[in-house]
């Protein structure tokens, strides 16, 4: 479930002297599952408040979670954190984009959860992401790059020292490598 800290929930509890009574906070994810999920917090004034509305009791307010939302809001965390330039609220939700698989899914699952959680957003800043295509019956994982990982100089490097590394170190005895099918296009998307 979603775990909103102390100094969030008094953050909360301050907002919302200012608003009408029995107004709540709402935490919802717009386009959940998807690589567009983005989490959110609103306010939720009583007559938005659904039947099927999932409510997490906390300091002087209550969370509401949509029913579509809340899977994907699994091990989320809200936080509000002060620092020397001022105060911040933090959401993380490491299930957004895609619903947590339970550990005795089929390996496929499981690699291409990693993928999205772990290996995708770490790509995402130079532009590019993988995609996994098969795994081989004889253990290899066999990937595609695209975006600006498509045609880039440090591809090798990318593959080897972190997708390779980080995915034999999380599958020990499941996975005995991987593979790359990208046909590899320098050009303008390429990052280096």
């Given at each position: 479930?979603?775990?909103?800290?102390?100094?969030?929930?008094?953050?909360?509890?301050?907002?919302?002297?200012?608003?009408?009574?029995?107004?709540?906070?709402?935490?919802?994810?717009?386009?959940?599952?998807?690589?567009?999920?983005?989490?959110?917090?609103?306010?939720?004034?009583?007559?938005?408040?659904e039947?099927?509305?999932?409510?997490?009791?906390c300091?002087?307010?209550?969370?509401?979670?949509?029913?579509?939302?809340?899977?994907?809001?699994?091990?989320?965390?809200?936080?509000?954190?002060?620092?020397?330039?001022?105060?911040?609220?933090?959401?993380?939700?490491?299930?957004?984009?895609?619903?947590?698989?339970?550990?005795?899914?089929?390996?496929?699952?499981?690699?291409?959860?990693?993928?999205?959680?772990?290996?995708?957003?770490?790509?995402?800043?130079?532009?590019?992401?993988?995609?996994?295509l098969?795994?081989?019956?004889?253990?290899?994982?066999?990937?595609?790059?695209?975006?600006?990982?498509n045609?880039?100089?440090?591809?090798?490097?990318?593959?080897?020292?972190?997708?390779?590394?980080?995915?034999?170190?999380?599958?020990?005895?499941?996975?005995?490598?991987?593979?790359?099918?990208?046909?590899?296009?320098?050009?303008?998307?390429?990052?280096?």
């Amino acid at each position: 479930m979603i775990h909103i800290s102390e100094s969030a929930q008094a953050h909360f509890t301050n907002l919302l002297k200012d608003q009408p009574a029995n107004t709540q906070i709402r935490v919802f994810v717009i386009n959940p599952g998807t690589a567009d999920a983005e989490c959110g917090v609103s306010y939720c004034p009583p007559d938005t408040i659904e039947p099927t509305d999932t409510l997490l009791p906390c300091q002087g307010f209550d969370a509401v979670i949509d029913q579509t939302s809340l899977p994907f809001l699994k091990d989320a965390d809200i936080d509000y954190v002060t620092e020397q330039l001022g105060a911040q609220l933090t959401l993380k939700a490491p299930n957004a984009k895609l619903n947590k698989i339970d550990g005795d899914a089929p390996l496929m699952e499981r690699i291409s959860y990693v993928i999205q959680t772990d290996i995708n957003p770490s790509l995402a800043g130079h532009g590019g992401h993988i995609n996994l295509l098969e795994i081989t019956e004889d253990g290899y994982a066999i990937i595609q790059f695209g975006g600006g990982c498509n045609g880039c100089s440090m591809v090798d490097v990318t593959l080897k020292e972190g997708i390779e590394k980080q995915l034999l170190e999380t599958f020990k005895g499941e996975l005995k490598g991987i593979k790359d099918a990208t046909e590899h296009q320098r050009g303008d998307h390429s990052y280096y």
